[in-house]
């Protein structure tokens, strides 16, 4: 069972998505491809993004990599946008 607050829980119901359908959510995997550096394990695109950025520059790891593998998922309305942004998440939490 996922936890998510009231809002999620009302968007996901309203858009007919139910999270236990894989099926579903499968069609909107995503490959993702990992680097390691500093010691961190980090999302290759997002770091190549990052590269100006040293770990030094941070009070502890978690912190840079919490920078670097942080992504903004563009959302536009309806389900099918909906079932992208949560199958890029899904696909995070699968590796």
């Known amino acids: 069972m996922m936890r ?3 809002k999620m829980a009302k968007l996901l ?5 139910d999270l236990s359908d894989e099926q579903q959510l499968n069609m909107q995997m995503v490959k993702h491809d990992f680097t390691e550096a ?3 394990v980090l ?3 997002e770091y190549a ?3 100006h950025i040293a770990a030094k520059y941070y ?3 978690t912190g840079y990599e919490c920078f670097v593998n942080h992504v ?6 309806g389900k099918k ?8 998440l899904f696909s995070l939490g699968s590796l």
């Open 4 to 6: 998510m607050n009231q």
């Open 13 to 17: 119901a309203k858009a007919n998505i």
């Open 38 to 40: 500093n010691g961190s």
């Open 43 to 45: 999302l290759k695109n």
């Open 49 to 51: 993004h990052s590269r």
């Open 59 to 61: 009070q502890d790891k």
């Open 72 to 77: 903004h998922i563009p959302f536009k309305k």
């Open 81 to 88: 946008a909906l079932l992208s942004s949560l199958g890029y």
